[in-house]
């Protein structure tokens, strides 16, 4: 199983941007990556998943057209690019690989099988 490693989290005021890095231990080839936030007291929320191998990309309303996910395979590193970031937005992180044909759901995280540890983003009103 691939291990990921996020980062880029932080405090920023409402409006601002931050871009969080999932560093990936191999490869991305087989896999699509997803990225998750849980805020406190909430269930955890699917919010974007990417995969190379169709183009395929997905967004949870809550982030569409502020958020955006990209590779670079070269760098095994996905990252997240979070625009006009709100203070709802605050959350910690995740980032996590489902195997490509093995069967997963982004906005679930079903089958999502390698998770990191997260990364905090704070934004303040």
């Known amino acids: 199983q691939v291990q990921l490693v996020e980062s880029g989290g932080g405090l920023v005021q409402a409006g601002g941007s931050l871009r969080l890095s999932c560093a990936a231990s191999?490869?991305?080839?087989?896999?699509?990556i997803g990225w998750f936030r849980q805020a406190p007291g909430k269930e955890r929320e699917g919010i974007s998943c990417?995969?190379?191998?169709?183009?395929?990309?997905w967004y949870a309303d809550s982030v569409k057209g502020r958020f955006t996910i990209s590779r670079d395979n070269a760098k095994n590193t996905v990252y997240l690019q979070m625009n006009s970031l709100k203070p709802e937005d605050t959350a910690v992180y995740f980032c996590?690989?489902?195997?490509?044909?093995?069967?997963?759901?982004?906005?679930?995280?079903?089958?999502?099988?390698?998770w990191g540890r997260g990364t905090a983003v704070a934004v303040s009103s």
């Open positions: 990417g995969s190379d191998s169709n183009s395929f990309t």
């Open positions: 191999g490869t991305l080839d087989p896999y699509a």
């Open positions: 996590a690989a489902a195997v490509i044909g093995g069967g997963y759901v982004c906005s679930a995280g079903r089958g999502f099988g390698s």
